[in-house]
C-alpha cells in the first residue's frame, strides 16, 4: 500500500525518480509503515498524507518533502549518514533543497552511488 501510494502520487507530481529512489531504498518505506509514536523523532509519519482517491479507488502517499527534509537535517534523529542523504538526494527538487553532489554521494558504497545514479538518469528522462 505504501509503495503504490507513492508511485500514484508521484504519476500526478512528477517524482518518479525519487519516490523510486527512496522504495529501493526500503527504510523509508519501512518507516512509514512502522505505526510508531508520532511525537518521537524518528517518526516521519507526520510529514505523509496518505489516502485513497474517490473517483478511482487507489492509494496515495504524498510526502512533505521540504519538512521532511528540513527534520532530517535540522533536527535530532537515528537516522544513519546515508539514508540520510539517500532522502535528501531524492527530495532535492521537490523540497527546493539545492545539494552539493560530492559532499551527499562521499562515502555510499558502490550500491547506494548506482541508486542514485540510477534515479538522476531517471528524473532526466534518460532511462524508462
Known sequence: M???????TAKADGSRAAVELLIKHGIWVEALTEPDNRDS????????MMGVTTDEDE????LEWTDLA?????????YSETEVKIFILAASPFANVPVEMRDLTSGLDAEHAAWVVDAVASAAGAVG
Open 41 to 48: 523523532a524518528n517518526s516521519i509519519v507526520r510529514y505523509a
Open 59 to 62: 492509494p496515495y502517499l504524498h
Open 70 to 78: 528540513r527534520h532530517l537535517t535540522q533536527e535530532p534523529h537515528s
Open 2 to 8: 505504501i509503495e503504490a501510494g507513492l508511485r500514484n
